[in-house]
């Protein structure tokens, strides 16, 4: 991309809700079922068939809207977006238009170490559609579990100017989203997905250029390459004299390329009206007011709060609070373990690396707040060594016993009686004449040799404090 042109970049973003059943009729939402197990007349959009709106998603979406700092429409009307394809069975699909549950809001988020703000335009309900399965060696198979399955639709301003703020946004989005527990975020099986409107000017223009669209990408790193590519596409027909087209793009994530799919289209193209099915939605004041009552502390206020509360580093706080859980795991840990460096350091190293190695999430993960607090009373009291606490960590995670029962089991209390350490340093010593010799004529740099030997010798349960003492004690005469 030359700097003479900057990208005026806005994502729309499709989130499938959370609830267990679909938006306008009672069947079950569950991914990886036996095609078209999941439906019924209305998902369907058999004749006479009438939808009746699922309200846990209008609660989730309200939701969404409040945490994005979101006005609340009293009244939104939904309305029918008509269009044929074949795994949409009606013809049509239930959206809003004109007349959103949620209007304008903002998202913050940090790029490149600063504080960025991106407006939200609205926040709207609307089904799914269907699934083609191609089917090889030709053809073509339908499945309509997903018709009806709630979606909000999140449609940003066009406030991003690069592709690595654009993936910014979307991972902000996605963490808030997880965060309220209105959508898993899972991008791969579609939960979450990400149309990019996008177009260029030359740098230091206010006036906007013809923008094009790219869809199916289905991650952040595809939304950052099919930008980068639509930049790049722009720029040559620009800078080869040409005009750009409305169009809509393919993101192919195998081949890594945009494929030209069709010219877009205009709201036009869609002939919306108001669903004569159902009734404009009204939400009243007070339930807006209960729903936002139930807002959970939100991502960066609870960083800032870890950072002042628990003295932690940034660093810190963006792991730790990069979940919702396992913030909570952080602190329900912490209000009993006291050193909240320490319970951090743990939670970092020993209970993410372990996730990440099971793939498992904290919610189910084997060692409870209480449990961890347990362990790290024991090491901060000296009874284990903090090398013989990540072996204990592990057997806890295996057996799902505490840690005093673990500590016995293995016999791993810490040995902090000075005779038995003398005994053991002698041995050591007597093993390492060589290294001993030099060390009395003043290498005092093999004290730390010889407490690894120690350690090693006594299998960890070695105190390690006492024993650097006793070492030095002996070999600086
Ligand atoms: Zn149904």
Not at 264 to 279: I, N, Q
């Amino acid at each position: 991309m030359s700097s003479r042109y900057e990208p005026v970049i806005g994502l729309e973003v499709h989130a499938q809700l959370l609830t267990k059943s679909k938006i306008y009729c009672g069947c079950p939402v569950a991914y990886g079922e036996e095609p078209n197990t999941l439906v019924c007349p209305v998902c369907l959009g058999l004749p006479g068939s009438l939808p009746v709106l699922n309200e846990r998603a209008v609660e989730m979406a309200v939701k969404t809207g409040l945490a994005m700092g979101c006005s609340i429409a009293p009244e939104s009307v939904f309305s029918r977006k008509n269009y044929f394809y074949p795994d949409a069975p009606r013809n049509y699909q239930i959206s809003m238009y004109d007349r959103p549950l949620c209007g304008e809001g903002r998202l913050e988020f940090e790029f490149e170490g600063e504080r960025r703000v991106v407006c939200i335009e609205r926040i709207h309900l609307e089904d799914d559609a269907g699934k083609l399965v191609h089917v090889e060696g030709g053809g073509s198979l339908v499945d309509f579990n997903r018709c009806g399955v709630p979606l909000i639709e999140i449609v940003s301003g066009p406030d991003m100017r690069s592709p690595g703020e654009a993936a910014a946004y979307l991972t902000m989005l996605r963490r808030l989203l997880r965060w309220l527990g209105v959508c898993d975020g899972n991008m791969e099986e579609g939960s979450l997905r990400c149309d990019v409107n996008i177009s260029i000017r030359p740098e230091g223009s206010t006036t906007l250029g013809t923008r094009t669209e790219i869809k199916n990408l289905n991650s952040i790193k595809a939304v950052e390459m099919g930008i980068r590519w639509e930049m790049e596409r722009q720029r040559r027909v620009l800078e080869g004299g040409g005009e750009i087209i409305q169009v809509t793009n393919l993101w192919d994530a195998a081949k890594k390329r945009l494929v030209t799919m069709r010219r877009k289209e205009y709201a036009h193209d869609y002939r919306y009206f108001p669903e004569p099915d159902l009734l404009p939605l009204t939400v009243e004041a007070g339930r807006v007011k209960v729903i936002g009552e139930k807002l959970p502390e939100l991502p960066l206020d609870r960083e800032k709060r870890f950072r002042d509360e628990y003295g932690l580093s940034a660093y810190d706080v963006a792991v730790l609070c990069a979940e919702r859980g396992v913030s909570d795991y952080f602190e329900e840990t912490a209000a009993l373990a006291g050193d909240a460096k320490t319970v951090s350091n743990w939670i970092m190293r020993e209970v993410l690396g372990e996730m990440k190695n099971t793939g498992g999430c904290i919610e189910e993960f084997p060692l409870t707040p209480p449990m961890l607090a347990g362990l790290l009373e024991l090491v901060a009291r000296g009874a284990i060594s903090g090398s013989a606490g990540t072996d204990v960590f592990r057997e806890m995670i295996r057996t799902g016993d505490d840690a005093g029962a673990v500590v016995e089991q293995l016999g791993l209390e810490q040995i902090s009686g000075e005779e038995d350490l003398a005994r053991i340093v002698d041995e050591t010593i007597a093993a390492h004449p060589e290294e001993a010799a030099r060390c009395r004529e003043g290498r005092t740099q093999l004290i730390g040799f010889f407490v690894g030997q120690v350690m090693k010798r006594s299998r960890g349960k070695a105190n390690p404090k006492l024993t650097g003492e006793i070492i030095r004690k002996k070999l600086e005469g």
